[in-house]
C-alpha cells in the first residue's frame, strides 16, 4: 500500500529552475528518512539529495549549492528544488523512502530534461 508519485519534472532550459514533488501514503511519513536519486540511460542510479525525518539533509557534489531537498510531513511530501539547471542534469528523478529495516520504496520517476 505504501506509493511514492512523482511530479514537476519537465524541459528547463540551462540556467534554470524546477521543483519537484513526491507524494507518500500509505506509510506513516514521519517515520522514514526521504532521498531523491537520479539516474540516465546507461547509467547507475546515483543518489543525490537526502533527508531524515528531523530534517538532517546531505547531497552529493554534483548538486550541492544549487538543489535544496525539503519535507513537509504535515502535507506527506518531499521537494526538491533545482536551480541552476545544467545540460548534465538531465535524467530520471526517483524518489526514495527507507527506514533503518527494509523494505525501501520508489516511486516511477520523473524526466527532467536541460537543454537549449
Known amino acids: 500500500q505504501v506509493q511514492l508519485v512523482e511530479s514537476g519534472g519537465g524541459l528547463v532550459q540551462p540556467g534554470g529552475s524546477l521543483r519537484l514533488s513526491c507524494a507518500v501514503s500509505?506509510?506513516?511519513?514521519?517515520?522514514?528518512?526521504m532521498a531523491w536519486y537520479r539516474q540516465s540511460p546507461g547509467k547507475q542510479r546515483d543518489l543525490i539529495a537526502g533527508i531524515t525525518g528531523g530534517g538532517t539533509t546531505n547531497y552529493a557534489d554534483s548538486v550541492k549549492g544549487r538543489f535544496t531537498i525539503s519535507r513537509d510531513n504535515a502535507k506527506n511530501t518531499v521537494y526538491l528544488q533545482m536551480n541552476a539547471l545544467k545540460p548534465e542534469d538531465t535524467a530520471v528523478y526517483y524518489c526514495?523512502?527507507?527506514?533503518?529495516?527494509?523494505?525501501?520504496?520508489w516511486g516511477q520517476g520523473t524526466q527532467v530534461t536541460v537543454s537549449s
Open positions: 500509505g506509510a506513516i511519513f514521519s517515520a522514514y528518512s
Open positions: 526514495n523512502a527507507w527506514r533503518t529495516l527494509p523494505p525501501t520504496y
